[in-house]
């Protein structure tokens, strides 16, 4: 069965500093892997999507996440955290379509100190 | 603009009563989704609805019901069978499957809380 493991619940990292968000993944068919964030509150945002191509992706707000199938890992980074990116987050793997297969996280959440 | 609209931000139901959270887009998305949030456990899969008039059952249905009259609307009702409904409810959109690479990213609402007193 399809599963995603975020290993960790809950870093704090200082304003300025690097980031790396861990995401393994078990899925039996070819992965398609998303990040989205989530704000006190409010829905998820998509961060970055990977279908296929370049193992290392862009996404919105700085953030980049390289997909390493021999390890099975999605892992979110960011060369300097903003105060702003303080935040919960949520790695996700499904099929291409139908949303009904896709499995989520637990999240990290994210503390960004001043 | 265009996106989701969940109603209400907050709700509060005593035990034993039934509650309708309301759905609503105007992405001209065709499959519509509820999720339920709980600390540390991620999202789960409540209801989804590919097409007018037609929904399935995700994995923890128990206890919930959905309708999909119209393409806009996907109201979710828990009923009180549902145990332990205290919870973040999140519903979710996207395009017709089958189109653009992007066809399988959800666009979410801002979610509604539910306490049980």
């Known amino acids: 069965a399809q599963s995603v493991t975020q290993p960790d619940i809950h870093i704090t990292v200082s304003e300025g500093a690097s980031l790396e968000l861990r995401c393994n993944y078990s899925y039996g068919a070819t992965p398609y892997l998303f990040w989205y964030v989530q704000s006190p509150g409010q829905g998820l945002q998509l961060l970055l999507k990977y279908f296929s191509g370049d193992t290392l992706v862009q996404g919105i707000k700085g953030f980049e996440a390289e997909f390493k199938r021999s390890q099975s890992s999605f892992n979110l980074r960011k060369p300097s955290v903003h105060w702003s990116d303080a935040a919960e987050y949520f790695c996700a793997v499904g099929p291409l379509y139908n949303n009904n297969d896709m499995r989520f996280g637990a999240g990290t959440r994210l503390t960004v100190k001043p | 603009d265009g996106g989701i609209t969940q109603s209400p931000k907050y709700l509060f139901r005593k035990e034993g009563q039934n509650v309708t959270l309301s759905c609503e887009q105007n992405?001209?998305?065709?499959?519509m989704y509820w999720y339920r949030q709980d600390p540390g456990q991620g999202l789960r899969l409540i209801y989804y609805?590919?097409?007018?008039?037609?929904?399935q059952k995700g994995d923890i249905a128990e206890g919930y019901s959905v309708s999909r009259e119209k393409k806009e609307s996907f109201p979710l009702t828990v009923t009180s069978a549902q145990k332990n409904p205290t919870a973040f409810y999140l519903c979710?959109?996207?395009?017709?499957?089958?189109?653009?690479?992007?066809?399988?990213?959800?666009?979410f609402g801002a979610g509604s809380r539910l306490t049980v007193l």
């Open positions: 609805s590919q097409i007018v008039n037609d929904f």
């Open positions: 992405l001209n998305h065709d499959a």
């Open positions: 979710a959109s996207r395009p017709k499957s089958g189109g653009a690479a992007g066809a399988n990213v959800l666009t």
